[in-house]
């Protein structure tokens, strides 16, 4: 049996489309998907109790979709089935994003449990490679989102951020702890003419099975709004949400949506 933790946006809803039996949906307090109903809800602070509860349920599978933040955490709140695991939730809070949901998975497979990736139940959420709309990118564009790749591969050693911006080969903004949107509207009073890549890809180490870059219209609405000429992502590392309607909203606004091949 399929858990699904599913946190905030359309990912936790596309999946379980998908899918032709419908899993347990839990999600954590204070960050509940936008679509879907939970059948569970749970605290941080009894995340011990939470296990349980799933594997008596007959839960075998996790799959984690959707935003998650870090939450406050309340010391009065912590049961004693958490009490053990409270050491190691300590330390993901104060690590990076990655090493932090690598103690995650830590956590459910050291319970048991098998961690699966939404695209490993749902294959087709990830892209084709190839340039899925009727405008493509340029020559200086490819070689923008090469740059942009070489630029994550650092930030990633630093484990920060998912997309970066690149024209004529200089950096304009980098993701940090505040998302790819607030990166793509620190954009929008820009004081140039326009221009340049959006790149999204995954860290180099990043576990995919959880915390998978992703995209989806509102993305191209917001590249619009920076004066971007286009998307550029990784092959098999970025999900776009509702595909068909991303490429529609693309080549409705003149943007490109390259899919390119991982960076060695």
Known sequence: MLALIAGTGALPDELVARLDTRPLVCALEGFLPDNLTPDIEFPLEQLGSFIAGIKARGVTEICMAGAIRRPPVDPTRIDAATMPLVPILQQAMMSGDDSALRAVIGVFEQAGFTVRAAHEIAPDILPPLGCLTQVTPSKD???????????????????????????????????????????????????????????????????????????????????VAAGLSGIVVEKSGVIVLDCARVVEECDRLGLFLYVRERAV
């Open 141 to 223: 564009d490819l070689a923008d989102a090469d740059r942009a790749a070489g630029i994550l591969r650092a930030m990633g050693a630093a484990d920060i951020g998912q997309a970066c911006v690149v024209q004529k080969g200089q950096a304009l903004a980098v993701e940090g702890i505040f998302g790819t949107a607030w990166m793509l509207k620190s954009l929008t009073q820009r004081p140039d003419a326009g221009g340049g890549v959006l790149f999204k890809g995954p860290k180099p180490d990043q576990d995919r099975r959880v915390d998978m870059p992703t995209i989806g219209p509102e993305t191209v609405t917001e590249t």
